[in-house]
DNA sequence: CCAAAAGTGTTCGTACTACACCCATGC
DNA sequence: GCATGGGTGTAGTACGAACACTTTTGG
């Protein structure tokens, strides 16, 4: 933006998007997070798994392009995306210099379910991950410590469920994330006071104790995490 | 960072960084958040203000780029840089595709005053600008957010300030980012506890009062605020 | 002594924690 | 009834806000 250089030199810019959802573990059975890799099909690092994304387009803004790399990869529609960081070292492809504008994306788990798995697009649990390509394996762990500290100050954990929960539900959220047990009866009290959340008068039947009662998010309440820029998704 | 498209369009990566320091007001005489800006000198938007920068370099890190337009532009050595955002709307611009990695920068009082200032380069106070190039205005502001949010919770504050420092410095500091006043007796108790700084044997001596101690920023402490990627600067 | 800012003590209210206890359902 | 989780009450603790008060300098 320097008037000077007439012509900026070529640097590739990429777009690609960590993305979360809440799986059981196939061992502990508790609630964690997973997410989605790609497997390359070329070089450089080729039939390594990697994040889901592509080259930036021209006509697009880069949100665009981030939500639609994330819908053709995966079939998956975000409930939240949010920009992570701007990848810029010098070495970080052995093909050339590539900067990668990073987005991190929240699904419900209904929709994560929908994904469609195969040969090249597989689930994994966040903290078990392969090696992956580029830097991809520090991108994942910076987007993790985001999602953990975010989900403590801002309202994102109602992303990961469907329009209605229990409150029950919204803590197995926070316990999967914080991967620590919360306190049920406090749980309570601060989701309703600080947590963005409004009563429904439906419960849930069916369960041999009381019936939970349903919440939703309500996004006219004020986010105190929320930034000037968040794209409300 | 797909492999279908073998070779990603053009788009023009630019690097910008908003740098913060603090001056008296000519008015209040309190002090208050300034920045420098630099007039641009060709089309498009020739003449108006807008932030330094400049094309992204192949061969530089994004942060190194920062950092050396930073220097070159108004020859000052930032105290703390960390990248802001990544712009990517497509009507940034006038003159084509053009995506800007931002950065923001604090630096000393004394370090600022360094600065060249001239016809091309002038300091203003951060919430009087005029009207900058391209999207500027809402990148100062979002700057300025997250100036305001951060300085909160992470140990920055001292960035602003010489090597050693009054807790009266301190506290002016946080006034100023805040545009607040604090309670003397609690800031000092707060700050303490859990901003980072030790106690030197140091005293200030010459005011009609009785001497401040001075303080110290102390980088082993952990810092509750920092990010897996802080640059430490 | 006085003014001014440094620095200490104390009280109050709020908010988080731990944990006891009651409620409503399925079996 | 009994097990199970939903939901309420409450005491203890930590921390920030407000503000009175003491200390140490220059004039």
Chains 1, 2 share one sequence.
């Not at 508790?30 to 099909?41: D, H, K």
């Not at 649990?125 to 090696?131: F, G, H, Q, R």
């Not at 009290?189 to 947590?195: F, G, K, L, S, V």
């Not at 009563?199 to 939970?212: L, N, S």
Request: aromatic residues 10%; proline residues 8%.
């Amino acid at each position: 933006m320097n008037a000077t250089t007439l012509r900026p030199p070529a640097i590739d810019l990429a777009v690609s998007t960590v993305i979360f959802a809440l799986r059981r573990h196939p061992e502990s059975g508790l609630p964690t997070v997973w997410l989605p890799l790609v497997r390359r099909v070329s070089d450089p690092f080729d039939g390594r798994w990697a994040l889901p994304g592509g080259w930036a387009d021209p006509a697009e803004t880069l949100d665009d392009t981030a939500a639609r790399k994330l819908r053709e990869t995966t079939r998956l529609e975000p409930s939240y995306l949010e920009q992570l960081y701007c990848f810029g070292e010098v070495d970080r492809s052995p093909s050339g210099r590539v900067v990668s504008v990073v987005y991190w994306a929240l699904v419900r788990a209904d929709e994560a379910a929908r994904a469609l798995e195969g040969e090249n697009v597989r689930w994994f649990a966040a903290d078990e991950l392969p090696d992956l390509a580029f830097d991809h394996n520090a991108i994942v762990d910076y987007a993790l410590w985001r999602l953990r500290t975010k989900v403590e100050y801002a309202r994102i954990a109602h992303a990961f469920l469907g329009e209605t929960f229990t409150l029950a539900q919204l803590r197995e959220v926070y316990e999967a994330v914080l991967q620590r047990p919360l306190d049920p009866a406090n749980f309570r009290r601060q989701a309703e006071a600080t947590r963005g959340i409004v009563r429904t008068d439906e419960v849930v039947t069916g369960g041999r104790h009381r019936p939970p009662r349903l919440y939703r998010y309500d996004p006219d309440l004020a986010d105190p995490g929320a930034s000037p820029l968040a794209t409300t998704a």
